[in-house]
């Protein structure tokens, strides 16, 4: 089952523009992290978050963990084209090591 | 450093028959996880093998097993295929496993008809 829930399922921006998507999960975590995947390929990792961690940046994009809310968003700024992909939130739960559950994903779609 | 490897990326199977599934993780990565990706269910974990030991599994049926070798390679075998069975299946890789960013391959398709 899916551990956690993203929101916006589908997002559609021009760009330039900043996309948003917002990530829920249900029991207590060690880490989350975010993942790229374009159609048909597989996982890019873009970014590692602890649960002691509550914001961190990388590049363009901008990760924010709030635990308390069991909730993460990941901010893509200033988005291109090729940002055109699904983004999933992973998260790996205290006790389950490396065994990671997924959010459904969002599809974002970045229109030149 | 070469990423995580799969291999074939593409497959077409027959009910009944059954499939074996390669992956080589990143060098120095001792954990090597399976994942299977459907329309319908999402991304979902099979199993999690670190120093050739089934560390941690998903719940799927016994006809999915993965084994580990000495060097870190990882193989995931289906049984008894059924369309059901037919999904984007991603080796994935990380240090130690816990607590450690994981890295996928770019997985293989598989077409049970």
């Known amino acids: 089952s899916q551990q956690g829930e993203e929101d916006p399922q589908a997002l559609s921006i021009q760009e330039g523009e900043n996309a948003t998507m917002n990530c829920s999960y249900k029991?207590?975590?060690?880490?989350l992290q975010w993942y790229r995947q374009n159609s048909g390929r597989g996982l890019v990792h873009l970014i590692l978050?602890?649960?002691?961690?509550r914001e961190k940046h990388s590049g363009r994009l901008r990760v924010t963990l709030d635990t308390s809310k069991k909730s993460s968003s990941l901010l893509i700024t200033a988005s291109r084209a090729a940002d055109t992909a699904s983004y999933f939130c992973?998260?790996?739960?205290?006790?389950?090591?490396?065994?990671?559950?997924f959010g459904e994903g969002t599809q974002l779609t970045v229109n030149p | 450093k070469a990423g995580v490897t799969q291999t074939p990326r593409y497959l077409i199977k027959t009910r009944g028959q059954q499939v074996t599934l390669s992956c080589s993780p990143i060098?120095?990565?001792?954990?090597v996880s399976w994942y299977q990706q459907t329309p319908g269910q999402g991304l979902q974990f099979l199993f999690e093998?670190?120093?050739?030991?089934?560390?941690n599994k998903g719940n799927f049926p016994g006809r999915f097993s993965g084994r580990q070798f000495s060097n870190s390679r990882s193989e995931m075998n289906v049984s008894t295929l059924e369309l059901g069975d037919s999904a984007l299946y991603l080796c994935?890789?990380?240090?130690?496993?816990?607590?450690?960013?994981?890295?996928f391959g770019e997985g293989s398709w598989l077409t049970v008809v």
């Open positions: 994935a890789s990380s240090l130690v496993g816990y607590g450690n960013t994981i890295y």
């Open positions: 029991t207590s975590i060690n880490n």
């Open positions: 978050i602890r649960s002691n961690e």
């Open positions: 992973a998260t790996d739960e205290e006790t389950s090591g490396s065994r990671l559950t």
């Open positions: 060098s120095g990565h001792r954990s």
């Open positions: 093998y670190f120093s050739e030991t089934q560390r």
